[in-house]
């Protein structure tokens, strides 16, 4: 990955109006990326303010690192599921924090790297690892899971309507050869479905990349434990901005808000997920599906 990769965060000026960063203040990036949020957030709250940068990818937390290195001295960064927010505070010696932002899914630093595996546009070894220390691969899973399983894991994760011939290609496909790159799992799952499946408005294989990406990084459980943990690291007045780019990640930061309002600890501050205009999704289109909700510590 070059270092002079350039990112641009989605629905910045959205999220900057929502957090509010001030001088002063502790402000975390849960999946800090290509720090695009992180930087005009330590614009905001320097001199005097901290913003601790957590990634599960410690590729990318040195590109991170190289982008804020003229903020050097007012942030942090951790190489950490942001599930272990609690714990990751605790041994900084943070009590409360004033402001949280979760940029959920997959980066397009990560999805640009052919080498990662994510993208079914560049061919690249059946990876999707976030944390490449960890030693379950994609590969993995399309080897060693049966047919039902994988036809589960489609259908829960990607909801995909094609779930059980896709799962039945893929079987088929391994049984004469290996699944290794993502050219070869992106084949198996063509060659599995109807020929109308040419008529939809994303690639067919999508969701299917979509559900095995959220299996090996487990990532729906380290959101839903991340959210629980709020009410305590965050003071009163703090807010928390989720930004998802799928209906499951949304549905549980939905249903998290609402059980904080219920339970009288938050506020919710966007009665509707707020969406990037016609402006930014022609400039960004990663933006396109992307959902922004944000509550308050009451």
């Known amino acids: 990955m070059e270092k002079s990769y350039s990112h641009n965060p989605v629905l910045l000026n959205e999220v900057m109006s929502f957090l509010s960063p001030a001088p002063g203040q502790i402000i975390v990036d849960a999946t800090i990326g290509g720090a ?3 930087e005009q957030i330590l614009q905001r709250i320097t001199p005097g303010g901290m913003l601790i940068g957590i990634d ?6 040195r590109l991170a690192a190289e982008r804020l290195r003229p903020f050097e001295g007012s942030f942090k960064l951790v190489n950490k599921n942001f ?15 004033n402001g949280i932002i979760f940029d959920l899914g997959i980066s397009s630093i990560q999805m640009e790297a052919w080498q990662r595996g994510f993208s079914i546009k560049n061919d690249g070894p059946l990876d999707m690892r976030m944390d490449r220390n960890q ?4 590969k993995d899973l399309v080897k060693s899971l049966s047919e039902k399983e994988l036809s589960d894991i489609i259908r829960d994760l990607g909801e995909e309507r094609f ?8 079987v088929e496909e391994r049984r004469k050869k290996e699944i290794s790159t993502t050219a070869e799992l992106t084949e198996a799952i063509l060659r599995s479905l109807p020929y109308i499946n040419n008529k939809y408005k994303i690639h067919p294989a999508t969701r299917t990349f979509q559900a095995l990406r959220i299996e090996v990084n487990d990532e729906l459980c380290s959101v839903t434990e991340a959210l629980k943990e709020l009410p305590d690291v965050l003071q009163k007045g703090g807010r928390a901005c989720v930004i998802s780019f799928h209906s499951l990640e949304d549905r549980i930061a939905k249903n998290t808000f609402k059980e904080f309002k219920a339970q ?6 966007t009665k509707k997920p707020v969406i990037a205009d016609e402006k930014e999704v022609i400039t960004n289109p990663r933006s396109r599906s992307a959902k922004l909700r944000v509550a308050e510590k009451m």
């Open 163 to 170: 779930h059980k011939r896709i799962a039945r290609g893929i």
């Open 83 to 97: 599930k272990y927010i609690k714990e990751i505070l605790k041994s900084m010696g943070v009590e409360k924090i």
């Open 36 to 38: 695009g949020h992180s």
């Open 135 to 138: 030693r379950l691969t994609a």
């Open 56 to 61: 599960r990818d410690e590729e990318t937390l």
């Open 264 to 269: 009288g600890v938050f506020s919710i501050l």
